[in-house]
């Protein structure tokens, strides 16, 4: 025998952080209790029963008539990925809006899938103008437009309106990120027009990662039916998955019965509040946050119309060092906030305000902190600060 | 608004089940409890000690050195994916031994990765010889054997024995399903010389289902770095996970931390009891079980010396409705057991002992309402024992 790697460990002892970064948020408590459910099968009637009950209650949260709607049993990502890799065929064009890092996710992924792949940019911190998008579109003629809704990289939401329209002019998919705006942030899918969306369970849901809720609406489940070969990812093919979550309820793989039971219950006190009441919640609390960060004489990057309520980006001020702030919040007080990824890795604090985190008390902890403890790390005190913690 | 969707639910009231069929079995209460732990991020220098924690013990668990050893942020579907995914180019010659359901999914997973594919086969409920195996490797000069160890669909357990030394001499990797084995069976990975592996985490493992054990060992690595192109994965693609699992810690997706707080107590539990210690309980469990049903007239499928601790495939007495007596067993005593798949489909039961499911006390309570319930299930009085249940 090996006993090498035979680790003689003590018990699981993680701490209860609040996590006010780019996700995972905190998760709602009840949430957390239908985690730790003894698991049942996944043919069980009444897991069955429960999995209808998911698909109806992310209609809900999407707003959106969508049959196939469901969670695919891997993170966000693996949602994001299931939406090109069932529509897309090889040499199929595809136009990537891109204006942040998961914009050029969506042109990395839909390239492994063989599309023919044509981006537009704007700079991290923008959005586009519906004038950018037409221009594109008569210019590429692509089979899918993909565009992020809330970019977690920058904070920016898009402006969604006529978007859909300009799709359907030109025959093309319209595929959105709704990663960090699901029940947080309108959603109105039916209403935009929208053809493939995907987000994840650990934002605006109260729910720890693990799920990617998906959706794919009438034209392009027409897409994928007309199919020259199988979808190149047996993993997250809809034609199989439709198999277990339609009627037939044919075995696909094991489901993660588990964060099911979480996800339920997550839009089930996502139903029991009500959209509207939790958009307004989500606002609010954002608008809390901006106003004192500005106070503070905190420059945010998002001009006031495009901010995402979710998520904030805020200029780490000039002279301190941000990544030892946010290791003090994180070690001293507990609490996570995220460091910019990609063009904005170093400039920026990624604030977050999501779900269940999405609180006044949260909003005032943290400007407290912020205002009391932000000035030990201005230039020339940064090592003290951090010898002292 | 649309609130067509907006079910309102009660509270999840999902039932204490014993779940003896072939998975997901039921979970140790001290990984349920760790589940429900508050999440952290997935970049916090906690949870990066936790995964170095849990990839040690998926080690010890598999008998491997192998250093890219990961759990797959999916369930065992997707880990078994990524053996391919990673590893096959277009055109590549992919050898499957298909002797159940499980191999067949190994020849349509690697058809869509554009291997060329080819099979031999042996009947459900029997396993292969190395001669026969030795053969068809001098056939096709494969550059993957993809071979099933523990057939959920049938409960036999491939002989090893030589395989590994067979495919270096053709300088062949060799891929392993240890989907049902792994910590409950004995397996030895790297004395075997099994180059790719995956696993889930439901069964041996005593966790709920979501994640998917991933082993690659040098050769497999040697493969993978020689690509000529990306991964047509981008979720599963090893090169980039070995960035987020690797030093550098690059964020690829965000993990399902909670899912892996349970793995991190399941592997912890595996190792404080010691793997030897687990396999004899399997087995004498399994010895129990066996001797039990023969003892009731019933007959087991797979010859004794192929036979699976973990899985026992008990053929449907003629004139018993098998799925009638499941279906009384799971609402009268929140007892589930399998039903045959694909070949097997309505002739046999699969019972499973798993993980915390192993013990004395659910084999007898098994074999108990076998010899007092079943006899009302015979031919001409099912109707009227399913109407009284």
Known sequence: MNDRHRLPLEPIATPDRLLLGPGPSNAHPTVLAALARTPIGHLDPIYIELMGEVQELLRYAWQTDNRLTIPMSGTGSAAMEATLAN?????????????????????????????????????????????????????????????????????????????????????????????????????????WGVDLAYS?????????PGLGPFTMGPRAEAKLAARSGKVPNWYLDVSLLNQYWGSNRVYHHTA????????????????????????????????????????????????????????????????????????????????????GLGALAGSVWRIGLMGYNSRAENVDLLLNLLETELPAFQSGRTAVAVAAA
């Open 87 to 191: 529509t897309i065929e090889p040499g199929d064009k595809v136009l990537v809006a891109v204006k942040g890092y998961f914009g050029l996710r969506l042109v990395d992924m839909a390239q492994r899938y063989r599309a023919e792949v044509v981006t537009i940019e704007r700079p991290w911190g923008e959005a586009f103008s519906l004038e950018e998008l037409e221009a594109a579109m008569a210019l590429h003629k692509p089979k899918i437009l993909a565009l992020v809704h809330a970019e977690t990289s920058t904070g920016v939401c898009q402006p969604m309106e006529g978007i859909g329209d300009l799709c359907r002019q030109h025959d093309c998919l319209l595929l959105l990120d709704t990663v960090t705006s699901l029940g947080a942030v309108p959603v109105h899918l039916d209403a």
């Open 200 to 208: 994840c369970s650990q934002k605006g849901l109260s729910c720890p």
């Open 256 to 339: 993660p019965v588990n964060m099911n039971f979480g996800m339920r219950e997550a839009l089930r006190l996502l139903a029991e509040e009500g959209l509207e009441h939790a958009w307004a919640r989500h606002r609010s609390n954002a608008e809390r946050l901006w106003s004192g960060l500005e106070r503070l004489g905190l420059e945010l990057l998002v001009p006031q119309p495009l901010r995402l309520p979710t998520l904030t980006t805020v200029r780490i001020p000039e002279g301190v060092d941000g990544k030892a702030f946010s290791l003090h919040l994180l070690n001293r007080h507990g609490i996570e906030v995220g460091g």
